[in-house]
């Protein structure tokens, strides 16, 4: 199959592959035919494994189809891809939305997707992978999604499962783009959708805290905010800055515009998705990889990610958190697995126009708390040092604000606030101000979601495992009753210094001779400390004595 598949794709004029529908016409724009006339990969056509008494119930879903996928540069679509690609040998074809940016073409970006580390066990088993990705020149925040009618038109034509993966996922961005890009993308997804004669289903990506103030948050529709044509209609109207000024007064209640657009994405789908077999997946907070292609990748420092660097570094040394509250992590490989699953089941299980599936995709059935969180990273931090770690990781969290600040204005502003002063005395760049300030602000972007409990049902994600047959449970293994986390959180440690420190393993003998080093440093610091602290109490009660002693 692998020798047949390395001549399924020829290097074409794009205009070859306009809809061959009669004498079908396309009125193209300037810009349109530019696109049209640049020289892309694209692909033959490919016939569908017909011995498929092999397959699974998945991969038979798969076979023969072709894939649109949006956001699959970011890390939940390039590990989407990868298991697509490699454990699903009949998909025709995946379009992937891809915008230059930085300087880089499409196609360099596509290039440098490939090469990713990621994709290494699977360009050892199909060396010509990569003909079966077709780059499609867009960008989710331009109306339409920037797809020239050339490229719409192949689309609407071939494609027959869509992927809409693409999100900003900071907490704290502007309200203009992150509706541009969390809300209107939806918007031009569905009117794509629905010109599809081929469609099987669509999968949205959304998250299991888009609706955080309901407990337990079903698997349902909520209430919106704001009704989303009329916040679509209200960026397009009034300018930035002036929507930055009343961002607070729009999110009211809700802790930032990630959730806030969220929640109104997913409302625009049940008010405008109508006949169309879509379904909505929300995962908790997605960390690194459990099992596959690679142990621990990751590529982000969103979430608990975030913290564990900091942690791993010795810069951080308290977070505003409850440590009795559970944690909803989950592996970004077993999420990459259950929306695939899900894209399967919207097609073959959906009951009526109003019934759209929503999954929640959580750690509820295998549960652990921030404190279990805290006690990993200060077991692992010992086990695994970093060599670029500039102080031994000493950290913990607490609930009470008041102790909070307290702590880090003595425990993170003070110590840099030394540390600068003595590096513009000798001439060197002053920075740990600075980094301790995008630490802090982290810290109040994620704070709501760690002291609040947020509490999920997912009985429709379970009747969903419950059709799978064994074979798709372990091919596409996406249960997180059967994950083990003390086994997962060795790799996700190490996969955090490797990826994301991008501090080999090699280092770690010099690492923990480092840390040792630095752990005596921080004893003889608290020693040195309480001496001072005790001389000083020490002068204040013999001059007291003195004063109240004397006659």
């Known amino acids: 199959m692998e020798n047949n598949s390395e001549n399924r794709f020829r290097k074409t004029n794009m205009i070859d592959v306009l809809p061959e529908r009669g004498e079908q016409e396309i009125a193209l724009s300037e810009s349109s035919l530019r696109d049209a006339t640049e020289t892309k990969y694209v692909p033959a056509y490919i016939q569908p494994i017909e011995d498929d008494y092999e397959l699974t119930p998945i991969q038979k879903f798969y076979n023969g189809q072709s894939i649109f996928i949006t956001g699959g540069t970011g890390f939940i679509g390039k590990l989407l891809i990868e298991k697509l690609l490699r454990e699903c040998p009949g998909i025709t074809c995946i379009y992937l939305l891809i915008r230059a940016k930085k300087g880089k073409s499409v196609h360099q970006r596509m290039k440098e997707l490939i090469e990713n580390s990621l994709f290494s066990t699977l360009r050892e088993k199909q060396p010509t992978f990569q003909n079966r990705i077709v780059p499609i020149k867009g960008d989710c925040t331009l109306p339409n999604l920037d797809i020239s009618m050339v490229d719409r038109a192949t689309l609407i034509r071939e494609v027959s499962i869509i992927f809409h993966v693409a999100a900003t996922v900071k907490f704290n961005e502007k309200i203009k783009l992150a509706t541009e890009i969390n809300v209107r993308s939806v918007k031009d997804i569905i009117n794509l959708s629905k010109e599809m004669s081929k ?34 209609n209200l960026v397009n109207c009034i300018n930035e800055k002036l929507l930055d000024d009343i961002t607070p007064q729009l999110l009211g209640i809700w802790p930032n515009t990630y959730v806030y657009t969220k929640t109104v994405a997913e409302n625009f789908i049940k008010k405008h998705a109508d006949s169309i077999p879509i379904g909505i997946f929300r995962p908790g907070m997605v960390i690194s990889t459990y099992r596959e292609p690679i142990q621990g990748w990751i590529d982000n420092v969103y979430g608990p990610t975030g913290i564990t660097t900091n942690v791993f570094m010795g810069l951080m040394r308290i ?43 959580v ?98 994600w379970n009747e969903l495992l419950r059709k799978l047959t064994p074979e798709d449970r372990e091919l596409f293994y996406c249960d997180m009753k059967d994950l083990v986390w003390n086994t997962y959180f060795e790799t996700y440690f190490t996969g955090v210094r490797k990826y994301i420190l991008k501090d080999p393993i090699e280092t770690l003998p010099q690492a923990r001779i480092k840390r040792r080093r630095f752990y005596l440093m921080h004893q003889g610091l608290k020693l040195l400390i309480a001496c001072v602290l005790f001389m000083i109490t ?8 003195v004063t109240f002693g004397s006659p």
Request: aromatic letters at 14%; one cysteine or more; hydrophobic letters at 40%.
């Open 319 to 361: 977070h505003y958190c409850d440590r009795s509250i559970n944690v909803d992590i989950v592996p970004g490989d077993l999420t990459a697995n259950g929306i695939i699953a899900c894209a399967w089941e919207i097609a073959n299980n959906r009951k009526s126009n109003e019934d759209i599936p929503i999954y929640n995709y």
């Open 538 to 545: 020490w002068a204040m009660m013999s001059r007291l004595l």
């Open 199 to 232: 469609l099987k289903s669509v999968v949205h990506l959304s998250t299991a805290y888009s609706n955080c103030f309901h407990i337990p948050l079903e698997e349902k529709f909520y209430d919106p905010p704001i009704d989303p044509d009329k916040l679509i």
């Open 363 to 460: 750690s509820k059935d295998n549960s652990f708390t921030f404190g279990s969180f805290l006690e990993k990273i200060l077991t692992y931090g010992e086990l695994v040092p970093s060599e670029k770690a500039i102080w031994c990781p000493i950290f913990d969290i607490t609930k009470y604000r008041s102790m909070y600040l307290f702590y880090v204005y003595f425990l993170h502003l003070l110590p840099a606030l030394i540390i600068d002063t003595l590096s513009l005395c000798t001439g060197k760049n002053p920075r740990l101000l600075r980094m301790y300030n995008k630490i802090h602000e982290m810290t109040d972007i994620v704070s709501y979601f760690c002291i609040n409990e947020q509490k999920f049902t997912n009985e429709r």
